[in-house]
């Protein structure tokens, strides 16, 4: 006899976001630690201006999930992966690694990206762990290295920053 239970994770919708997101991805990533909580503003424009190349998982009408990023301008071969954020009580269903997938997917048929960056803490295991992860699903290589020293970011208790490239090429970090 199967008595599987479906979970929340098991009904959960990828999409782009859209304006009416920002508010909800602003109070998401301040539930997510130990993401950098930026302006509501600064949400509903990404939401609106960077929708192509972001993504978010919804439940039940609900934001469980979100990656945001962006093609830098001087760098029209890279996709920036800026945040990736996961509802507390969502964590460990996957929803990051299919966000990733998806996103990359979705955004690699309509950018000419030729490589993956993204910036992440020392303590910040999950994200590491999530980015190794798909960098051998998909056996692309990946390297990090020093990118923003703590001091640059002021007075302020900001980590470190490592720069993550994942892309064909790079050698394994």
């Not at 006899?1 to 301040?30: C, F, K, W």
């Not at 760098?75 to 964590?91: E, H, N, S, Y």
């Not at 998806?102 to 590491?128: D, H, M, V, W």
């Not at 992860?133 to 020293?149: E, F, G, K, T």
Request: charged residues 15%; hydrophobic residues 40%; aromatic residues 8%.
């Amino acid at each position: 006899m199967n008595t599987q239970v479906a979970s929340a994770a098991d009904y959960i919708t990828l999409r782009p976001p859209e304006r009416s997101d920002g508010a909800a991805l602003h109070d998401l990533i301040a539930s997510c630690p130990p993401l950098d909580l930026n302006s509501r503003y600064a949400y509903l424009l990404l939401c609106e201006h960077h929708a192509a190349t972001c993504i978010v998982a919804e439940t039940e009408g609900q934001l469980v999930g979100a990656i945001t990023a962006y093609i830098p301008p001087a760098k029209p071969d890279t996709l920036f992966i800026w945040q990736v954020a996961v509802a507390p009580g969502m964590q460990g269903c996957q929803i990051a690694s299919r966000m990733l997938d998806q996103l990359i997917a979705r955004c690699a048929a309509s950018y000419r990206f030729q490589k993956i960056e993204t910036t992440i803490s020392p303590s910040n295991i999950g994200s590491r762990k999530l980015f190794e992860s798909y960098a051998q699903r998909h056996r692309v290589d990946i390297q990090a290295q020093p990118y923003l020293a703590a001091s640059e970011f002021g007075a302020g208790q900001h980590e470190e920053e490592w720069l993550y490239q994942l892309g064909p090429g790079l050698r394994a970090a």
